[in-house]
DNA sequence: AAACTTTGTCTATCGGATAAACTAAGTCTT
DNA sequence: AAGACTTAGTTTATCCGATAGACAAAGTTT
């Protein structure tokens, strides 16, 4: 059954909008509030005050005159409630307590010894644990809690398929919300990096977003129109797997010239194919140290991986016109090496139009991608977006 | 200013709600409207009211009765009203009068002479004169117009880049607002393509759809959730020119590769390439011909063209993970040589989960898709649709 | 024919948003 | 310093649409 009118949803709309304003652009007066929004003042008000005591919203004091009385100032109130982001990844757990601005209060990580779902949900809760020690004491608590798989996560927050822990329909959302007794939002590695970066980082205030999460694989996360986009039973952003050689190299998934296998570590191994000198190293972080005492290799390695990523980028950018693309991941550690590349390449081969437009850039909460993104969709759940389209 | 809520809003989209489900479901009592809405039964009939004197609705007569008094059946009224849905072409102008549930009433075609706005505008005038002479009387009159163009446009209707016409920056929809004193609706050829299939086509009732158009070039009508998805500035859906061989042909939009070079009807001009024997014909109608008579050479290609096009839907198909795939197009006349090995290469090369529920198939509209998408982008502008999200 | 069922309307009420009047609290002018 | 002016925020009366429930209308079943 569809969403109808009626009383209560205007009210939730307006309500919404209101909180939604204060909280991008406090410190504001009501009477601010009223003319961005163009609610009525008599709206403002009301509106303000059940805010004011739900605490999501505070008086700050007056503000400077313009001639008049003083406003008063309204602040979103980040110290409301808390919530905990968890990036669940192949061999680390890593888990941040944050209040509802996305500001880190703790942080913990852990390896994740088995891959079974009992014992990764062990790990879990032992790396949680010590950051609801150290929630401080809010009016809402712990008000819910944001993960990251590296899988396929559908709508209702069920692991259909991550390839990499070996599961397979996992119902990570509602073990979790039995364990800690809060909402639960589960969501592919991508797409809450995607988040993250959307609202805290690099994709600020950009409407239609992709996020290249490049690591052992490569990911996307599409944010369209300032939402994830899951597609049809939350599959999308599987770019790894989109073949940039019809006849290239075979890859695991059954495929060939899988973008992954040439834009991501996992060209590492292939190297030696081309005949040229073995790689001095296999992980990100050693090649990048071989890589800054200017090893030829290791720098033509990423030229090529630069230039891969470009090309997958392109096709991208020419499928989804998005505002900005935001390449994030481990394989960012060598990002030095990999941008000129990736950035003539996109220059080179972009449709006109999208190069005078289109902004490219590397993620800015580096690693705290997932993590503060994950915290984010927790915040986001919370403080429940209602969206209107005519 | 963001759109917010007051009681005009709630019944705007009430109604929208009330004249959708009729018009979806129809012959449906108030009764069963209210059920299925879950509107109360009094706000059914109130805005019903509203709706029959606006000829949007009829009252059909007495319906089965269920142990009780007789329902009065509730119809929506195509005839309430005519729009013109336009293909613009790059050498053929096409148009249908149809009534507002996409039923044909007239149709016209004339060939495109001189490419520039001015004559181009000048042939529209002219196939659509005989239309609008034959427009039936009805309350509303024509209440709309769409066209679909070959090129890039905007949110505001804007053609922003139309290689194949020459064009750039031409405000079409302006020029036929001004011409025609009805709300003209632009967009992309690809676009209204998948908007006439999603509706009277291939795609209905599905949520999120990609429409590839297949003719001289390769471009894609994307539809998430239901809704057209232009990007950030209207270029979306250029799929043409993602690149499926990192270093392969050299495309004229400068970069390499594109899939378009290899699975439309420019894929033609490549064949001796491979040194095999040259095409008998250069044109698909032409070659069908051949094809039908069993020439290896035509056969040879269209099973390569089958086979791109399938490599490169499965790259959609991994980003995007829509519910369907419709493929149309002028190329679709070749579709029974083409479509054993797209669908083989799919079945190959998707991933496991996608394969599994992902349905591919050709348009049911043919050449038509594009005037009766425009036709019902127009319609639809014209009954207007609300939509909240929570 | 009486009891029951279903359809659709009528009526009173509720609860939001709004405009306009009003109070509060400042600044500016002379 | 006093009055005029400005701006901020609240109060009040009104409007409007959805709703529940009563009711009327028109059937069917026994």
């Not at 850039?361 to 984010?376: D, I, N, P, T």
């Amino acid at each position: 059954m569809r969403v109808t009118g009626d009383l209560a949803l205007v009210k939730k709309l307006n309500k919404s909008i209101v909180l939604d304003t204060i909280r991008r652009n406090g410190p504001l007066s009501r009477t601010d509030v009223s003319e961005r929004t163009g609610l009525n003042k008599a709206t403002v008000s009301n509106l303000t005050l059940e805010l004011l005591e739900q605490k999501l919203v505070e008086e700050t004091g007056l503000g400077e005159s313009s001639g008049g009385r003083k406003p008063l100032m309204l602040l979103f109130n980040g110290a409301a409630g808390c919530v905990i982001g968890i990036e669940l990844g192949v061999t680390l757990v890593k888990a941040a307590l944050t209040d509802l601005t996305g500001g880190i209060l703790a942080e913990r990580s852990a390896p994740l010894a088995g891959q079974d779902p009992e014992a990764a949900l062990a790990v879990v809760r032992e790396t949680v644990k010590p950051l609801l020690e150290a929630m401080p004491d809010t009016p809402h608590g712990l008000v819910g809690i944001g993960i990251g798989v590296p899988g396929m996560v559908d709508e209702s927050g069920l692991i259909l398929y991550a390839p990499n822990l070996g599961w397979e329909g996992v119902d990570l959302r509602s073990r979790l919300e039995e364990t800690f007794g809060v909402p639960v939002v589960v969501d592919n590695e991508a797409n809450v990096g995607a988040a993250g970066e959307r609202e805290y980082g690099a994709g600020r205030h950009v409407r239609h977003l992709v996020y290249v999460s490049a690591g052992m694989g490569l990911g996307s996360g599409m944010i369209i129109d300032g939402q994830l986009y899951k597609g049809a039973w939350g599959y999308a952003g599987e770019t790894g797997h989109m073949s940039i050689e019809s006849d290239g190299r075979l890859c695991s998934c059954g495929s060939r010239g899988c973008w992954e296998l040439y834009a991501s570590e996992r060209a590492y191994a292939y190297v030696s194919e081309a005949g040229s000198t073995p790689l001095p190293a296999s992980t990100t972080s050693e090649l990048a140290a071989h890589a800054r005492s200017g090893d030829a290799a290791v720098l033509d390695l990423y030229r090529e991986i630069g230039r891969r990523l470009g090309i997958g980028i392109t096709n991208l950018v020419n499928g989804f016109n998005p505002e900005k693309i935001v390449v994030g991941g481990p394989l960012t550690e060598a990002k030095e090496w990999i941008e000129p590349a990736m950035l003539d390449t996109i220059a080179e081969r972009a449709l006109p139009y999208h190069r005078r437009e289109l902004a490219v850039s590397f993620s800015e909460l580096g690693s705290r991608s997932a993590v503060l993104g994950a915290a984010h969709l927790a915040v986001s759940q919370f403080l429940g977006r209602v969206r209107v389209s005519l």
